[in-house]
T-cell receptor, first 113, second 118 residues
Framework: AQKITQTQPGMFVQEKEAVTLDCTYDTSDPSYGLFWYKQPSSGEMIFLIYQGSYDQQNATEGRYSLNFQKARKSANLVISASQLGDSAMYFCAMRGFTNKLIFGTGTLLAVQP | EAGVAQSPRYKIIEKRQSVAFWCNPISGHATLYWYQQILGQGPKLLIQFQNNGVVDDSQLPKDRFSAERLKGVDSTLKIQPAKLEDSAVYLC????????????????FGPGTRLTVL
C-alpha cells in the first residue's frame, strides 16, 4: 500500500529565511511521482513542484526545491527566502501505478514578519 | 485558460437531507477527480473519471454517494442522505495526458465546496 507521512503539523519561519517541510513515503511501485501542493485559507490546492522517481536531479521551481532522497524514501520541500504569502497548508502527495494521488496530512506553515 | 469551476462554494444542510455539487473541469481535460477533504486531513480520492467512464471509485461510499459525468465534460457529485461525518470540503480536479513540459497528469484543482451537515 502507498502511504505519505508528514510529521510536522505546524512550522514557524521568519520572513526571508529558508524552511524545510518533511515528507516520507512508502510504495512498492517501481515508478512513481511526488508532488507538493500549497493550500491557502481560500481552499484551492496549488501545484508547486514535481519529482519523478527516475529523475536524476532534484526538482526546482523558483523559490521551491525538492530534496529527493530515494534510498531514504524522503521528498522534503525547501522554500527559500520565505514570504508572508507563503503562510498556508502544504501537502505532499504521491502518484503511483494507478495514477491516484495519495496525500499526507499536511504541514501548516506560518511566516512571521 | 479558465480553471476548474465548482459550485456552490458553501452549503449547509441538515442530516438526512440531500445535496449535489457541480464541477466544470478545464477545457480539454479528459480526467476528472472528486476528493473529500475532512478538516485536518489531506484530500482523499472519492472517484476518478476518464471521459465519461469511471476509472476508480473504490473509496466512494456507494450507499449514499453517487457521481456522474454524462457527456464527458462537467460532473455532479450527490450525497443522499447526508450524515454528520460528511462535513468536509469537496474538491474537484482535472488533468490532461498532454505533457507540454509539465508532469504528465498534473492535477488542477477547483476552489472546493465546503459542506456543513448539522
Amino acid at each position: 500500500a502507498q502511504k505519505i507521512t508528514q510529521t510536522q503539523p505546524g512550522m514557524f519561519v521568519q520572513e526571508k529565511e529558508a524552511v524545510t517541510l518533511d515528507c516520507t513515503y512508502d510504495t512498492s511501485d517501481p515508478s512513481y511521482g511526488l508532488f507538493w501542493y500549497k493550500q491557502p485559507s481560500s481552499g484551492e490546492m496549488i501545484f508547486l513542484i514535481y519529482q519523478g522517481s527516475y529523475d536524476q536531479q532534484n526538482a526546482t521551481e523558483g523559490r521551491y526545491s525538492l530534496n529527493f532522497q530515494k534510498a531514504r524514501k524522503s521528498a522534503n520541500l525547501v522554500i527559500s527566502a520565505s514570504q508572508l504569502g507563503d503562510s498556508a497548508m502544504y501537502f505532499c502527495a504521491m502518484r503511483g501505478f494507478t495514477n491516484k494521488l495519495i496525500f499526507g496530512t499536511g504541514t501548516l506553515l506560518a511566516v512571521q514578519p | 485558460e479558465a480553471g476548474v469551476a465548482q459550485s456552490p462554494r458553501y452549503k449547509i444542510i441538515e442530516k438526512r437531507q440531500s445535496v449535489a455539487f457541480w464541477c466544470n473541469p478545464i477545457s480539454g481535460h479528459a480526467t476528472l477527480y472528486w476528493y473529500q477533504q475532512i478538516l485536518g486531513q489531506g484530500p482523499k480520492l472519492l472517484i476518478q473519471f476518464q471521459n465519461n467512464g469511471v476509472v476508480d471509485d473504490s473509496q466512494l461510499p456507494k450507499d449514499r454517494f453517487s457521481a456522474e459525468r454524462l457527456k464527458g465534460v462537467d460532473s455532479t457529485l450527490k450525497i443522499q442522505p447526508a450524515k454528520l461525518e460528511d462535513s468536509a470540503v469537496y474538491l474537484c480536479a482535472s488533468s490532461s495526458l498532454r505533457t507540454s513540459g509539465r508532469p504528465i497528469n498534473e492535477q488542477f484543482f477547483g476552489p472546493g465546496t465546503r459542506l456543513t451537515v448539522l
